[in-house]
């Protein structure tokens, strides 16, 4: 029975093979205390461990480079010089010493108190490399207590890794392996594992949040690291739609990517914006290499997730600039941080996040989260401010429920222009503000918000969920996620009338508006802005370039008549393969998207 499961990918294609777990979870650690005649064993057992990492780091760091992985075996190289730091080998050294603790113990303070140095540095290269403090610390560690340090290598021909997590150290046995791609619980899309799977293009989907605790070594495995989906134990079928995806991306994106220079426009010359959504700041470039123009919702959530915690308005402007400056001049919507619910709840600290709470989705997320904890938003605020002065810059406030919430963040905005202007920092004063609305309750009361904003972004991703009571992330009731379902549609007919009365723009971000099936339906809505993942813009931009938008008006009327929601996808898979069949079949068409 195939099991289903959603991350995010992080490098393009698709993979089809067989698990290789490598269980990389954290480590517990024991305190205890050593009599004096147990001190001296126990600092040439660190003394042991410390060696063979060396070794090991050695090893690993000949093969890199042998392999033609320059960044690795220097990374490599810095990570044994770390092993010889005073911070870490005598620093541990004397707490086993004065404090009569075991090495583990004394091994673990070091490497919290290195990375707390790591953490006050005002430079975030040095900050970033933190990270690496952890990975040599888990190194150690692993030794320390006889566990393998590195996944095993000379990997069967199809094997697809698995693991809670992968550091670079990790990745070289793989590089020119048999590997065919990477699964993993956590990481974002630039860690180490992220960028090294792009660069061996390989596909990697990461943040699959339990899949360690349901594979098995040997399980049977696809993964699709542009969509994020991953499922194990697939079924035949679902194997051979996989493959075809698999081969029909290839052909097609090709042949699409051609059409990158083209207008953006309908065959009756209606122009439709087509923006990218990302998560990092480096997908900006993937976004306009697909024909992007501009970015429609940037996730600032992921920064917290790399960080493992949430970055100060100083990191987080230093990101921003890396977005705005290759925009020059096209627009970038900046929402502010979504926490909570499904997202990485696990970095936060159990009060502050969900994970641990029953119902999530319905907790303490994105402004909500902001409400606790105030100083966060504000230094978010003061950082895209900064930004604005860049370039053009919006605002965009997530899971608006109410007008007190948007009223009391506007309230912190204005704050932060205050404190902006008696520091004589520029920034833009008429920076628009928008809301996501993704609520049923934001759409009802769609007409107060737009009296108090510039723009409405809808996420279709959470308006589905909360609309339908369909968890988005949980496969049992993944069938019943509906996209199509009337009373969705309804919703969104409405929001879109409220912006045209009330003239304010209008952008659909949710994961409909990168879907090629909903593109004739949302312009024949009156939508005319759409912001989704870099690699669907091209597809939908063939679609906008084929149809008329009075073609798409007489589609949507008769869609909105129809009263289930299999009817109306009947409709549209008619309409989509007159207009363009080639983006239809392969893709959409063999293998709908497992979840949305
Ligand atoms: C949405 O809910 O549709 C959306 C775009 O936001 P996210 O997927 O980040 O919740
Ligand atoms: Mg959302």
């Known amino acids: 029975m195939s099991q289903i499961f959603r991350g995010l990918g992080v490098s393009s294609g698709v ?56 960044d690795v075996a220097t990374l490599l190289e810095a990570h044994a010089s770390m092993l010889r730091d005073e911070h870490l080998r005598d620093a541990t050294k004397e707490r086993i010493k004065l404090d009569g603790v075991n090495a583990e113990w004394a091994l673990r303070s070091s490497v919290k108190a290195l990375r707390d140095i790591f953490d006050r540095l005002d430079d975030d290269y040095f900050r970033e490399r933190r990270s690496d403090v952890d990975l040599v610390g888990d190194r150690l560690l692993r030794n320390l207590v006889g566990e393998e340090a590195d996944p095993p290598s000379g990997f069967a021909e199809d094997t697809v890794v698995v693991a809670y997590a992968l550091s670079p150290a990790d990745t070289v046995p793989l590089y020119r392996s048999s590997v065919r791609g990477f699964v993993t619980e956590t990481g974002g899309p630039t860690s180490h594992l992220a960028i090294l799977a792009r660069d061996m293009s390989l596909p990697a989907v990461v943040g699959v949040a339990g899949l360690v605790e349901r594979a098995g070594t040997g399980d049977p495995i696809v993964l699709d690291g542009d969509s994020g989906e991953v499922v194990l134990h697939p079924e035949e079928e679902l194997q051979s739609r996989f493959r075809v995806r698999a081969r029909a991306k290839q052909a097609r994106e090709v042949e699409l990517l051609e059409e990158r220079a083209l207008n953006s426009e309908t065959v009756d010359h209606t122009p439709v914006t087509l923006l ?16 992007g123009m501009g970015i429609g919702l940037y996730r600032t959530e992921f920064m917290a997730m790399e960080h493992r915690r949430l970055p100060t308005a100083d990191e987080q402007l230093v990101e ?41 989705a ?12 105030p100083e966060s938003l504000r230094a978010q605020l003061r950082a895209v401010l900064r930004a604005s002065a860049l370039g053009p810059v919006r605002l965009l406030f997530p899971f608006v ?5 948007l009223r009391w963040a506007k309230e912190q905005l204005k704050e ?12 833009d004063v008429k920076m628009p503000v928008g809301v996501m609305i993704e609520t049923p309750a934001a759409v009802e009361i769609a007409d107060l918000l737009a009296q108090e904003v510039e ?100 589609l949507a009327r008769e869609v909105m008549l129809v009263a289930t929601a299999e009817q109306v996808e009947q409709k549209l898979r008619v309409a989509l393969e007159t207009w363009a069949e080639e983006v239809f079949a392969g893709e959409t068409g063999d293998l709908p998207s497992l979840l949305f």
């Open 416 to 427: 932060a222009e205050q404190e902006l202007s008696r520091e004589g920092l520029p920034f």
């Open 320 to 360: 921003y600039r890396k977005v705005v400056e290759p925009l020059k001049g096209r627009p970038l919507t900046i929402r502010t941080i979504d926490l909570g619910g499904d997202k990485l709840a696990r970095i936060l600290p159990r009060t502050d996040a969900s994970s641990e709470v029953l119902n999530p």
């Open 455 to 554: 723009f409405f972004s809808i996420g279709t991703n959470d308006l589905i969920q909360y609309t339908l009571a369909v968890d988005r992330s949980n496969d049992d009731v993944a069938e019943l996620y509906r996209p199509c379902h009337p009373a969705v549609l309804r919703m969104l007919r409405r929001v879109v009338q409220v912006a045209a009365t009330a003239e304010i723009e209008l952008t659909v971000c949710g994961e409909m508006a990168a879907e090629p099936l909903h593109t004739p339906l949302l312009l024949g809505l009156g939508v005319r802005s759409f912001s989704l993942n870099a690699p669907s813009i091209p597809r939908v931009k063939r679609v906008v370039r084929r149809v008329t938008i009075d073609a798409c008006e007489q």
């Open 276 to 291: 990218g959504n990302i998560e990092v700041s480096d997908e900006v470039a993937v976004v306009l290499d697909r024909g």
């Open 401 to 405: 429920t109410g007008l007190e919430e």
């Open 362 to 373: 319905l907790g303490l997320r994105a402004l909500r989260f902001s409400l606790r904890n």
């Open 15 to 70: 993979a089809m093979g067989r698990v290789q777990l490598v269980d990389r979870r954290r480590l517990s650690v024991p305190r205890l205390r050593l009599s004096h005649a147990e001190i001296e064993p126990e600092i040439e057992r660190f003394e042991r461990a410390i060696e063979l990492s060396e070794a090991q780091l050695g090893d690993l760091r000949g093969r890199a480079a042998q392999s033609g992985l320059s």
